[in-house]
């Protein structure tokens, strides 16, 4: 059983910083493809940031220039460094990542839980 879980999150000014961790547990061969989503209190949700097995990023163009995503493959994990936020970057963050587990022949997609991020004005 593979889980993925969220670390950060919580309240940070406008204009402030906040890293995001995120990582993946259980019987794993590899990973492919990380990502962060977010989903607002309008239920929008959005790629924020993906990263691939190759360590190509990909941003919305909303956080370019501002949000940074790593991956660390020792560790399983996956980080998003979050500068310069806005108000409108507050929103629930999940971490998704497509997971290779041991006994399978394929791979599959999972999700954490997420952590909410809120940015005040």
């Known amino acids: 059983q593979v889980q993925l879980v969220e670390y950060g999150g919580g309240l940070v000014q406008a204009g402030g910083s906040q890293r995001l961790a995120c990582a993946a547990f259980g019987s794993i061969v590899s990973i492919g493809t990380m990502a962060w989503y977010r989903q607002t209190s309008r239920n929008e949700r959005e790629l924020v940031a993906e990263i691939t097995s190759t360590s190509s990023t990909n941003y919305a163009d909303s956080v370019k220039g501002r949000f940074t995503i790593s991956r660390d493959d020792v560790r399983n994990m996956v980080y998003l460094q979050m500068n310069s936020l806005k108000p409108e970057d507050t929103a629930i963050y999940y971490c998704?990542?497509?997971?290779?587990?041991?006994?399978?022949?394929?791979?599959?997609?999972?999700r954490g839980k997420g952590t909410l991020v809120t940015v005040s004005s």
């Open positions: 998704n990542a497509f997971v290779y587990p041991v006994g399978f022949t394929g791979g599959m997609e999972y």
